[in-house]
């Protein structure tokens, strides 16, 4: 069993988070770390490598920071680890992204073939949670995605998660090789020990360019993205709030101010 | 709001309906679609025609009927798609619209990657832009930020949240939409299978995505969620949750709001011990307005709240809730 889990570096959550002036995301503040939702990504595939046996490969791709998320990944008990690295590769959306890790992901199956491709079920960054369908789409794989629970049957070569969506609770079973999304119910992350923590800093981690992936860089970074941020504005703060402290009458304050602003 | 001129390419909305009937997410893309060209809805399923009137009262020209993708799941689907595209569309810019629900994204992402298209998801609003395409206005990090961002491809695939835009039926008669069924054969490859699917029971209560108005629960409610379902049905809400509540067991895990579960963007939003962490404001700091109540002074939600209340849950609720009927003469 040879799995890859996507991973990806974005600005800590906590930190003051920002646009460039070009309508990017600001990868410049020094404060990156593993995006949380692929600690789920590498949980379920270190686990599904420990039930089943066989190998775990994290892949990122970003700029020289992000190869901390491959890092962790290591810690957490992946085997190899791949980090894209390319100036062209700034400004990548959802599409060009999810071209390189493709490119990357055959690479990495031309060593031996990959039976499962997982990742978080989005980047806390951009949020949009389309990179696991498009990345299947590229790579021709079945998808079984926003899983809650994944479960593994080598013998029927299936993938087998059961999801929550928004109207139904389902369960879905691909093929292998197959592509899965996680969602943060999925597992309990595990916090590396010193030991894994010592044994990851001997890893290599390979760093691949879009020449050794074969790709054009028309294709990725802001020449190949298909949406343009035309501006990107700071919520202003919000006006006129009010803050009481209950003395008996705040419930009753609560529905003035509700009647008040047409909100009954 | 203005309509767009005539002779624009045709705008494609993919109704999402629960049976015969049309969710109301649908009727938004409706009333943003005319503004961007003449009106198309796609209809997955067999048997649009219990909803063939009412679309055609929201100004919808044709109903692509496409039966096979009523079992598909979404890849599949935004497959299926693309062929109705590509039999539609004329040349030059078109704009295939959706609900912005994790299962839409999924089919958009596929439309998207099959036809060329560029992808904007979880829209607040969409605008035409100055050279005849479309405009979306996203939230990001936690809604502390506002972007408005157009495709560089000629067609776009937008995924519009629902409650962005308030759904306003067209002046004028109704057309009576003609309706074309489409025998899409899905494509060779490997497919996902669904093996079970349990719909959620219904509820008189909004669905939670949809709603107008939001109460949620937190830490703070200790597992009684009886006050804040009080007044969510006082105010005709739905009931959201914190992951803690939703861990904790006290309310299913679909109640979750925040980044890694349910998006809301209702007028309203309340929240009754919640302390506001930043995965939580994720998922709900878009909202129109926010009402905090929470016993502790320090909850960073009372940073982004218009009115925030520190006290008692289950003195303030009952209070307001009670107050409200009596506004409304109904006690």
């Known amino acids: 069993m040879r799995i890859v889990v996507c991973v990806k570096h974005v600005p800590d959550l906590q930190s003051d988070r920002r646009f460039t002036d070009e309508g990017r995301v600001d990868r410049d503040q020094g404060d990156g770390t593993l995006n949380e939702l692929d600690e789920n990504a590498v949980e379920a595939a270190v686990t599904l490598a420990e039930q089943h046996g066989g190998e775990v490969v994290a892949l990122t791709m970003g700029p020289a920071d992000a190869e901390d998320a491959v890092r962790r990944a290591l810690q957490m008990g992946a085997d190899d680890a791949v980090h894209v690295v390319d100036d062209a590769l700034a400004g990548s959306d959802a599409f060009g992204t999810a071209l390189t890790l493709a490119a990357a992901v055959r690479r990495i199956g031309e060593a031996g073939p990959v039976d499962l491709v997982v990742t978080g079920m989005a980047a806390l960054d951009g949020l949009m949670s389309v990179v696991p369908t498009l990345l299947a789409g590229h790579l021709g794989l079945a998808q079984a995605t926003l899983a809650a629970e994944v479960t593994l049957d080598p013998a029927a070569a299936t993938v087998r998660v059961r999801r929550e969506l928004d109207h139904a609770s389902e369960v879905v079973e691909a093929p292998l090789p197959a592509l899965v999304s996680v969602t943060d119910q999925a597992n309990q992350p595990r916090y590396p020990n010193f030991k894994a923590i010592m044994a990851a800093r001997k890893k290599a981690v390979t760093a691949w360019t879009l020449a050794d992936l074969g790709l054009d860089p028309a294709e990725v970074g802001d020449a190949g993205a298909r949406t343009r941020v035309l501006e990107a504005t700071p919520r202003p703060p919000r006006e006129n709030r009010v803050l009481v402290t209950d003395e008996g009458d705040a419930g009753l304050r609560l529905a003035a101010f509700l009647a008040e602003n047409r909100l009954v | ?331």
């Not at chain 2, 497919?191 to 108005?213: F, I, M």
Request: a negative charge; hydrophobic letters at 45%; aromatic letters at 4%.
């Open chain 2, 1 to 331: 709001m203005t309509t767009a001129a005539p002779g624009a390419a045709p705008v494609l909305v993919v109704v999402d309906h629960h049976d015969d009937a049309p969710r109301s997410s649908a009727y938004e893309l409706l009333t943003v679609a005319r503004t961007l060209g003449p009106v198309e809805a796609v209809w997955f399923g067999a048997a649009p025609e219990a909803a063939v009137d009412r679309l055609g009262a929201w100004g919808v020209a044709r109903v692509h009927a496409v039966p096979a993708a009523a079992d598909l799941l979404p890849p599949e689907r935004g497959e299926a798609l693309a062929a109705v595209v590509e039999a539609v569309a004329g040349p030059g810019a078109s704009t295939v619209l959706l609900a912005s629900t994790f299962e839409n994204k999924e089919t958009a992402a596929r439309l998207a990657l099959a036809t060329g298209a560029g992808l904007m998801v979880d829209a607040a609003a969409l605008e035409a832009g100055p050279d005849g395409r479309v405009v979306a206005v996203q939230q990001a990090f936690a809604a502390t930020w506002t972007l408005r961002a157009c495709t560089t491809t000629p067609r776009a695939v937008v995924a519009l949240k629902p409650n962005a835009v308030a759904a306003v039926a067209p002046d004028g008669a109704p057309t009576q939409p003609e309706v074309l069924t489409h025998d899409v054969v899905p494509a060779a490859g490997p497919v996902a299978r669904l093996v079970e699917r349990t719909p959620r029971p219904a509820s008189d209560r909004p669905d939670l995505g949809e709603a107008q108005v939001v109460v949620v629960g937190g830490r703070g409610t200790e597992g009684d969620f009886s006050a804040v379902e009080e007044l969510a049905d006082v105010l005709g809400g739905a009931v959201g949750a914190t992951r803690v509540a939703t861990d904790e067991g006290w309310i299913g895990h679909e109640a979750q709001i925040g980044q890694t579960g349910v998006t809301i963007t209702p007028r309203l939003y309340i929240g009754a011990g919640v302390s506001g962490a930043v995965h939580h404001r994720g998922g709900m700091q878009a909202s129109g307005t926010i009402v905090a109540v929470n016993s502790d002074p320090e909850s960073p939600i009372f940073e982004i709240a218009d009115f925030g209340v520190v006290g008692d849950l289950f003195t303030v609720l009952p209070q307001a809730a009670a107050e409200i009927r009596r506004i409304r003469g109904e006690a």
